[in-house]
């Protein structure tokens, strides 16, 4: 990576600290990912980001607000970014998801909490991620009792705007979010000094749209019989779209899917055939977590759809762009982002009915249903998942487990029985 030392130093980062994270992650990134063979030549775009993750990208951010511009970092796929971009502001995806920022969390929050929530106020608190160091304001909301405490300790140290996610999902909910979604463009005026007009919004639901349709688009391609891509991949570039500038992003996306599209006609495929199908459901894998992927990648399987906010949640549905006036594209964005089927709410049914669906349409052989320790709504929402996908035939098993390496073992050891289990009953059809 270029000398950014300067330019870490103005973000008033711990040097010597962000030094030793710095040392680990090629190293984790090339044992992951740079040992998979066939990968597409698109891959290569992904690589130089992950090799320039706290350089380039903090760089432009940098030369952004230099300029006027404003960052806004957020932690959950609530935060409606065309907002954020019709008040000519900059959003960034911030959740934490190495196991490095753990013990910095635990020394403000309580150690029997999720690691995703310690991990993102141990980035904070230690001064080593330029993401939080480059937001001028963090964006929190009211999903899990975890997230919501966690913003009392984080506004200690950053201004914070908390939105307030209805737990139900009634007539009455969806305009309170509505409502949520006006205060946060009202705060989002405040900060970036610019007024969010009909033009503009309308303007940027498109350019979201897009980039919801391109990764649509990319995940379209992992539902072929022959793989063009692994899930290792594929998860990679979603977490990269919580970064990176939009429309760069859209047009990099676009171009390794006509490579994979290629890759289709021509039956490439990167798995060997028969490898059992993995839709992975559950909490969400932050940039640096490929845990469960690598995992499942190297005792057998391959995953083909990720139900989670990592995943599906983030692009599957659209925001009408037929709307004209501010008042109804505040409803329209409510409705969008109230049909995502977190956890959080209660009752939560159009989860499991997502689930099967895309079971059926990436053509899966199984689910995994990967929840992190101390998620009590994922955790405890399993049994009805369990319960009908059960009823459906379809085979599933719960993993839980955290960013740490040391029940790698145990967890290969039970995914090789799954696949197992998996593929006899294949025969079995036969
Ligand atoms: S799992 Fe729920 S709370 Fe967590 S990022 Fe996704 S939508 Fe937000
Ligand atoms: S994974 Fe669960 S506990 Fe952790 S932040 Fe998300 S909803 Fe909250």
């Known amino acids: 990576m270029a000398d950014y030392r300067e330019l870490w130093e103005s973000l008033d980062m711990d040097l010597e600290k962000h030094d030793e994270l710095c040392q680990v992650l090629p190293e984790f990134y090339g044992d992951i990912y740079m040992t998979q063979e066939k990968r597409p030549e698109g891959m290569n775009y992904f690589n130089f980001v992950i090799s320039e993750i706290h350089g380039l990208r903090i760089k432009e951010l940098n030369e ?23 008040a000519d502001g900059i959003g960034v995806g911030l959740c934490g998801g190495s ?37 001028d304001m963090l964006v929190g909301e009211t999903t899990c009792d975890g997230k919501k405490k966690a913003w009392e300790i984080l506004e200690d140290y950053i201004p914070m705007h908390v939105m307030d996610l209805p737990q139900m999902k009634r007539e009455k909910d969806k305009e309170n979010f509505k409502d949520e979604i006006k205060i946060f463009k009202e705060k989002v005026e405040e900060v970036t000094g610019n007024k969010v007009s009909a033009e503009s919004l309308k303007e940027t639901i498109k350019l979201v749209n897009n980039k919801r349709k391109t990764l649509q688009r990319l995940y379209n391609t992992r539902k072929a019989e022959n793989l063009p891509i692994s899930g290792k991949d594929a998860l990679l570039i979603t977490q990269v779209a919580f970064y990176d500038d939009t429309n760069r992003f859209i047009d990099k996306v676009n171009e390794l899917c006509d490579e994979l599209e290629n890759r289709i006609e021509e039956k490439v495929s990167v798995f060997k055939e028969g490898t059992p199908r993995i839709l ?29 906010c990592t995943g599906t949640k983030y692009f599957e549905r659209l ?17 969008r982002y109230m049909g995502i089927n977190c956890a959080c709410f209660s009752p939560n049914d159009g989860r499991i ?33 369990k319960d009908a996908l059960e009823k459906e ?26 696949f197992e289990m998996i593929n006899m009953n294949k025969e079995l059809a036969i």
Not at 70 to 84: A, L, N, T, Y
Not at 353 to 360: A, G, T
Not at 361 to 385: Q, R, W
């Open 353 to 385: 009915d997502d689930i099967i669906r895309l079971y059926k349409e990436y053509n899966a052989d199984g689910v995994i249903y990967n929840s992190l320790p101390f998620c009590h709504t994922y955790a405890i929402e399993y049994k009805k998942v």
């Open 319 to 335: 925001v009408d762009e037929d709307n004209e006036d501010l008042d109804s594209q505040l409803r329209a964005l409510s409705e």
């Open 64 to 86: 952004h607000r230099k300029n006027g511009k404003k960052v806004f970092g957020s932690f959950c796929v609530f935060v409606p970014d065309e907002v954020i971009l019709a």
């Open 99 to 135: 196991e490095f920022w753990v013990p910095d969390g635990e020394k403000v929050l309580p150690r029997n909490m999720c690691p995703l929530i310690k991990a993102s106020v141990g980035a904070k608190i230690s001064g080593t991620c330029p993401y939080f160091q480059s937001a």
């Open 280 to 308: 992975l459901t559950g909490t969400p894998m932050a940039i640096p977590n490929w845990k469960m992927h690598h995992l499942i990648e190297t005792s057998g399987g391959a995953v083909v759809c990720e139900e989670a």
């Open 393 to 418: 035939g379809i085979p599933v098993i719960m993993i839980e487990t955290d960013y740490s390496l040391q029940d790698a073992g145990q967890i290969n050891t039970r995914l090789e029985a799954f």
